[in-house]
C-alpha cells in the first residue's frame, strides 16, 4: 500500500487543522493506521492510531482529548482531526499502516508503510 500525506500548514497557537492520508494499492480496512510525528533533533514519536481488529482508537498523552483519528472507508483514508494547537505541536506529521497487532502500534518500527509526511508549525 501506497500512502500520501497532506493538509498540513502554518496555524496559530489555539488552532485547528485536519490531516488526511491517502491509501492506494491496498484498502484501509486491511490495516492499523497511525500517526506520528518527529520534531527537529526528536526521535519520531506516536501521535495516534486505529486499529484494525477492533476499530478501537489509541492516542498519545501528549493529544488526547485535542486529536482524532478517524478511518473513511469510503474514501480509503485516514484522517487526524487537530484541534487547540500547542507550540509543542509543531513537527513533521507521518502517517503509516500496520499489520501489528495492538499491543505493538505506539512503536514505529511496528509500522511497514509510510507516508511521506506533512509539515505542521504552529506559531505562539
Known amino acids: 500500500v501506497q500512502l500520501q500525506a497532506s493538509g498540513g500548514g502554518l496555524v496559530q497557537a489555539g488552532g485547528s487543522l485536519r490531516l488526511s492520508c491517502a491509501a492506494s494499492g491496498g484498502s484501509v480496512r486491511t490495516y492499523a493506521l497511525g500517526w506520528f510525528r518527529q520534531a527537529p533533533g526528536k526521535e519520531r514519536e506516536f501521535v495516534a492510531c486505529?486499529?484494525?481488529?477492533?476499530?478501537?482508537?489509541y492516542y498519545a498523552d501528549s493529544v488526547k482529548g485535542r486529536f482524532t483519528i478517524s478511518r473513511d472507508t469510503a474514501k480509503n483514508t485516514v484522517v487526524l482531526q487537530m484541534n487547540s494547537l500547542e507550540p509543542e505541536d509543531t513537527a513533521v506529521y507521518y502517517c503509516?499502516?500496520?499489520?501489528?497487532?495492538?499491543?505493538?502500534?505506539?512503536?514505529?518500527?511496528?509500522?511497514?508503510?509510510w507516508g511521506q509526511g506533512t509539515q505542521v508549525t504552529v506559531s505562539s
Open positions: 503509516a499502516a500496520s499489520i501489528a497487532v495492538v499491543s505493538s502500534l505506539r512503536r514505529p518500527d511496528a509500522y511497514r508503510y
Open positions: 486505529f486499529s484494525r481488529s477492533n476499530s478501537a482508537t
